[in-house]
């Protein structure tokens, strides 16, 4: 069994930065990418980024110069740094890994980020 405990969600001002983390624990042999992806109310999950095992990132187009995603492969680690929030990225976010051998899909249990004055 795999589990995912996301951290640093939260209530930001607009312009406003936070740090998202997402700790992989339990029966890992490999773990091939990492990834966010959000679902704002009413609308369907969208990703916001994702990084391979060798450090090859992407973006979504409304992410990219305003977050970076990096993990550290020793702790199972993915963290997303975002800046310039803006009430748009108002959303639950969700941590995402895809395992080797398996290809087995596993999600966390979501972060609220609130993005208001």
């Known amino acids: 069994q795999v589990q995912l405990v996301e951290s640093g969600g939260g209530l930001v001002q607009p312009g406003g930065s936070l740090r998202l983390s997402c700790a992989a624990s339990g029966s890992i042999e490999s773990i091939k990418h990492m990834g966010w992806y959000r679902q704002a109310p009413g609308k369907q999950r969208e990703l916001v980024a994702s990084?391979?095992?060798?450090?090859?990132?992407d973006y979504a187009d409304s992410m990219k110069g305003r977050s970076t995603i990096s993990r550290d492969n020793t702790k199972r680690t993915v963290y997303l740094q975002m800046n310039s929030l803006k009430p748009e990225d108002t959303a639950i976010y969700y941590c995402?890994?895809?395992?080797?051998?398996?290809?087995?899909?596993?999600w966390g249990q979501g972060a609220q980020v609130t993005v208001s004055s």
């Open positions: 990084i391979t095992s060798d450090g090859s990132a």
């Open positions: 995402h890994v895809l395992l080797r051998p398996t290809n087995l899909n596993v």
